[in-house]
């Protein structure tokens, strides 16, 4: 007897299995079973690499029916997703998307629906695999930029670390000019008599950047 199995791969927190099944039923499909994939990348890990991944490949067959959000739920690597779903359909498996509720399967034998079919699948796997690189470089730059408004708040980082201000303190101390110190410890004069001026602040921009 031919079923209907939803996959999901749930990756991040606001994508719930939950959220995923009741849509899909929603939109109409009766689900008979759920498989899912739970904080797994869909770019660097192959729908044949996931735990649950591998379990759907070996139970469906011939006549049922897999039923997935969009086709970024089968992954979101070009080579993979089309793949995945040309084998699927070799098998005999029809291939559902929830979103705008696309069908891709095995069943035309005429060359040109069959190259339609197969643009298609190409251009939504492409289309996959772009957002989930966009998302990525969304990510860094705002990570870049979230490290340069902290670098922006903590200051330029000292040129100096605490054993080095210990020996400028000590030297200072004793009453050394500005030239010895900066010669013993390799630093500028204009920073020695920066410290000189204000040991307080010296310790502070240490402690900014955890040195």
């Given at each position: 007897?031919?079923?209907?199995?939803?996959?999901?791969?749930?990756?991040?927190?606001?994508?719930?299995?939950?959220?995923?099944?009741?849509?899909?039923?929603?939109?109409?499909?009766?689900i008979?079973?759920?498989?899912?994939?739970?904080?797994?990348?869909?770019?660097?890990?192959t729908?044949?690499?996931?735990?649950?991944?591998?379990?759907?490949?070996?139970?469906?067959?011939?006549?049922?029916?897999?039923?997935?959000?969009?086709?970024?739920?089968?992954?979101?690597?070009?080579?993979?997703?089309?793949?995945?779903?040309?084998?699927f359909?070799?098998?005999?498996?029809?291939?559902?998307?929830v979103?705008?509720?696309?069908?891709?399967?095995?069943?035309?034998?005429?060359?040109?629906?069959?190259?339609?079919?197969?643009?298609?699948?190409?251009?939504?796997?492409?289309?996959?695999?772009?957002?989930?690189?966009?998302?990525?470089?969304?990510?860094?730059?705002?990570?870049?930029?979230?490290?340069?408004?902290?670098?922006?708040?903590?200051?330029?980082?000292?040129?100096?670390?605490?054993?080095?201000?210990?020996?400028?303190l000590?030297?200072?101390?004793?009453?050394?000019?500005?030239?010895?110190?900066?010669?013993?410890?390799?630093?500028?004069?204009?920073?020695?008599?920066?410290?000189?001026?204000?040991?307080?602040?010296?310790?502070?921009?240490?402690?900014?950047?955890?040195?």
């Amino acid at each position: 007897m031919s079923k209907t199995v939803l996959y999901a791969r749930v990756s991040t927190v606001d994508q719930t299995l939950d959220h995923q099944k009741a849509h899909a039923e929603a939109a109409g499909f009766a689900i008979d079973e759920v498989v899912a994939d739970h904080g797994v990348s869909g770019v660097t890990t192959t729908l044949a690499e996931r735990p649950e991944g591998r379990r759907l490949r070996d139970m469906l067959r011939k006549g049922d029916t897999l039923v997935v959000r969009w086709v970024d739920r089968l992954g979101r690597n070009y080579q993979d997703v089309c793949d995945s779903i040309r084998e699927f359909m070799r098998r005999g498996v029809v291939i559902r998307t929830v979103i705008n509720n696309m069908t891709f399967d095995g069943a035309t034998k005429d060359p040109m629906q069959q190259a339609v079919r197969d643009a298609l699948i190409a251009f939504m796997a492409a289309t996959a695999q772009a957002q989930a690189e966009a998302t990525k470089e969304a990510q860094r730059a705002g990570i870049d930029a979230a490290r340069a408004k902290e670098d922006r708040y903590r200051g330029r980082k000292p040129s100096y670390n605490r054993a080095t201000l210990a020996t400028v303190l000590d030297m200072l101390g004793q009453n050394a000019g500005a030239s010895a110190i900066a010669k013993a410890t390799g630093l500028t004069r204009q920073t020695i008599l920066r410290i000189k001026d204000e040991p307080v602040t010296a310790e502070k921009a240490l402690a900014a950047w955890g040195m």
